[in-house]
């Protein structure tokens, strides 16, 4: 059996990329022990590229009430909800590592309302996939129910604009045909001793 | 009457924006006449708006086999098959600027069968459509099709990635209760002699 | 570029038709300045064009405590709801000049929930496009609520037989894919000093 | 237990009716039997059961190549899929009697892709049926679908037009809760002998 | 015209069939008359048909709160939510029978929300195609709502699986394109005397 | 922490079951090394076990033209698209042993139109897809599609009766809130050595 491609596009050699991009694509690939097919498949299109990381630093990496394994649940939600392999294989990966839960990746990507979760968490997904399937829809009320969880009004930008900015990714990853890399399936489910 | 809410929230002041939000508000000002609420209710993140306004300089000004034209009528058809009034009446009216035409906005958003366009143009919308309603079933005849519509591969990329782009944008529209300014609703409806 | 089309159907000269359509459609030319196409269109079925104006005069023209820009409103809602560019269009302009409100016919036709309309329209547009899309689901909570909102019965009739009759109404401009006048765009849109 | 409502509404009686309305309502009883709840029900307005009426027989009474069997599947066939129970169970009771066929109203009814009728009766109803629920998407596809199973362009505007009234006419009678006449579920199942 | 074929795949002959196969359709035809296209269907494959009966059997005919009649109506408006010919028409019968009342099938098949029928059944009713439809969104505030009801967590039980069999029983009937016998249309519409 | 339910009903000790179902627990615990929470859940109801486990075994240890590992993404397939943990992450792990391919599991739940499974696979399972949600629709070319990709009429039957019974079975677990075993997410990932 050939290679699977990871992307319906060009994937550029690293030696061919700009300066910038090649420096993050080796520092992730420094920190995580491969690279991520979403760095070398968007790649093709560095503005894309440099835009799309920027956007997803500015959600993913700043201060926020959202746990970091919280921001990842969003991810795997909405991408389960979206049927976006990439998304869920690959942040599914993460989610686990983040929780340090093995469980969890599979619960929130299949139907979150079932999964080892706090109430809480359930109304943060809840939303989230409100606004992942049916942002028109968004009221006043949406807003008074995570309040009364909880949640501030920044919270609430957040977790609409991770599940908005996936609502992207997702579709880039279908046009794509992305590829999840082979270490992301089995990533934060062993335990490490 | 008051003046109605541009967001759900916070609306930072000119003066108390970093000076490169500030330079590019003025920017459009200038060129537009006005400032685009999308401008002042992103601000309130400003590196969400950094990262969203360079993802979209990088899809919508890059050289493309795609016209001006074209591009904003796959917002338009996208934006309007979700239901966000800002960006259909927003990109309505720089589709009409564009495209010199004060009725293609209306036909695009409501139903682009319908609408004075080629058939080239109807089957880029059909693709652009399936990338906002249901991107997990797009497949190789979906490639197929666009190409022979005269479609290369990097035009596919452009019409998949705007339609991508604007799932976020319609969703933080949607998120923030974005209003339209009244400029828009007019713009590029009467000739201009 | 030739004249498009206006109907898939043929169009009747007007001397060709019965007297009583000739008459209604030089009365409704002398009115408007214009004929619009949906008299022309149907007029190619004499019986169902009378029967078709007698029920939308019924509708549109008793005394009923709704305004006219209301029973207007309820005809660009749920006809944006079935994505159609003839309804939303022509009465978008009705909607315009009756409201005397240049935004309101796009604000209701794209999301009503976030257009400048009072709490009592959102309660009445929101019952009239579940009449156009699930009415099926129609029970005595929906009345309660509209009477909760201050409509009597009498009201609640016309919100829903106004849907109905517009169920039909988008469903012969689907069919016939009855083209708008082009004078319906900019009407209403400019203040006459 | 007490009789049940016939409409969510006041229903008038006969001798308060206008005369030509109760002429219609004892024309029907004397050649029925009974009289159908539709015709009382929608007595409440007198100027939209005129109306209603006058289309109702332009479309079903008119000269058609479509059969009057053929006309009452498309109402059965449409109704069914909008949950409609006046409609399927009296116009069904029609079709039986009209195809003298004791099982075709329930087939159609229920899933017409399995009923013993036509594959141009097949084409004939799934064209109805995109009429019904999806009429937005009515292309130059189906008029040629239709026309090789022998429709001519006006059988097509008989099929749509019928599938259009009845989308009015469903409307109504969920939102009155119509209620079916006991007569109907019978009639035209036991061959008279 | 030839018999309609009863199913899209070969039907055994009585005398093929194993004994006790044989000897539960010998018993069905006894009682009923004639051997319903279920048993003559699925007999196919002995091993499936013994596991269906089997399954049926421990639903329909156990001690339960819940009347024949009642599980009836589960198989009735699941079946019509399913679109299910075999089903609605077979289980309309047995309904028809078991509640002594004519109507109820039609009623319940195709809109139970105005079906002559208890609150407490039409929240039985409502879960049941929850059930039928959106399973995975089952919560405990559907439990609560049935207990409010009257419903123990076994008649809870016996909904939910009565729904899920025929979730089954619906699509084998449409894999196999299961035809309803002729018996069945009219069965318990006309009063014995 | 507590230990989690598996079941929102009463789970039987194994001592308290008939010696049947204790068998048949005791069996496939000393195979797999664990008790899967399907067959303790379903023991709240001995005869519906009993049907259950008989159709199950029925389709899945049948001789068949489907290999062991086809069946399983059936299984996958149809509980991904009906969001049903239980199903997705217990028959994940048996479709990934079976396989012997750690990545195919969530491959197939999630997407199988990107999995990495060959075309007559990918036609199989769009037919099961389609018996799951919109089996009213199935039709003949349907099967005329599967038989060119080699499927005889026999492994027609196969792929729509397991996609039938997992569509009870789903519903079950919903019903139910059947509690995947932890033993189950890592199962198949790891080669043995």
Known sequence: MTTPKIS??????????????????????????FV????????????????????????????????????????????GANDCPYCVIAHGAVLRVYAKNPFIADQVAINYRKGDITERQKAMLGFAIKVALRSAEIDDADFQRLRSNGFSDEDIWDIGAISAFFALSNRMADLTAMRPNDEFYLMGRVQKQ
Do not use: C, W
């Not at 979403?38 to 299109?45: C, E, G, I, K, P």
């Not at 959600?59 to 939600?77: H, Q």
């Open 8 to 33: 319906r596009y060009p994937v550029p050699k690293l030696e061919d990329l700009p300066d910038d991009i090649r420096a993050r694509i080796l520092e992730v690939q420094e920190k995580a022990g």
């Open 36 to 79: 991520p097919n979403v760095f070398l498949t968007l790649a093709h299109r560095p503005d894309e590229f440099r835009a799309f990381f920027a956007y997803h630093d500015a959600l993913m990496l700043r201060e926020s009430a959202l746990t970091k394994a919280e921001r990842e649940m969003i991810v795997v939600a909405t991408s």
